[in-house]
């Protein structure tokens, strides 16, 4: 008898994504906290971890990371930026009015980014992203015989992740800024 290996069961989408599946995307998050309102920093300093916000956002996309601080998780919905998880702590985690930059608080400085795995990338039709995004912060650049392909105008992305979840070769991810937003209020 043949001694044969086990074939590897695959998702589609992990097949699609070049196997990094949105389970493996978020672990490598998950070494950070973010919240609006709040910066990793902050979270880290003035969080005792009471989990009083994870109940109180109604998209329910807060949860704990590996240290046990809260942080949110673009890949099971958007933030409506409600302000819910800032009323519900009773620590010092969130910044306040006052605290803000220019007349409105800072939310943060996360914005989207679209991997080379997006399926317009590789001329495969798909505008998932655009059709979720309320800002139109994501739109297609039209080319003569090709595919229209995302171009993300970072002044116009909240970071919200109404993208992330809706992407169906998972490829879209909220991270800090390459370069500095030129502006960073909502």
């Known amino acids: 008898m043949e001694n044969r290996q086990p074939i590897a069961s695959v ?3 992990a097949f699609l994504t070049g ?3 949105a389970s493996q995307r978020a672990k490598q998050r998950d070494a950070r906290a973010y ?3 709040s910066t990793p920093e902050r979270i ?3 969080c ?3 989990e009083m916000c994870l109940p109180a956002c109604p998209e329910g996309i807060i949860q704990k990371n590996a240290q046990g601080y ?3 998780n673009f890949e099971k919905g958007e933030c409506t930026f409600c302000e819910s998880c800032k009323e519900a702590c009773p620590q010092p985690v969130f910044y306040t009015d006052a605290e803000g ?3 409105q608080p800072l939310v943060w400085t996360l914005k989207a980014e679209i991997s080379d795995a997006c399926l317009a990338k590789n001329d495969i039709q798909c505008q998932s992203c655009q059709d979720y ?3 139109r912060a994501i739109r297609f650049q039209y080319q003569r015989n090709a595919i229209a392909e995302p171009v993300i105008q970072i002044a116009d992305c909240t970071g919200c992740g109404a993208c992330v979840s809706v992407c169906p070769a998972n490829c879209i991810s909220i991270e800090e800024p390459v370069q500095d937003p030129v502006d960073l209020r909502t």
Request: with cysteine.
């Open 101 to 103: 930059i220019g007349e």
């Open 48 to 50: 005792d971890q009471c």
């Open 35 to 37: 919240l609006p309102w």
């Open 11 to 13: 998702s589609r989408r």
């Open 19 to 21: 196997g990094t599946s």
């Open 70 to 72: 809260p942080t949110v």
């Open 133 to 135: 995004c309320d800002p």
């Open 44 to 46: 880290l300093a003035a």
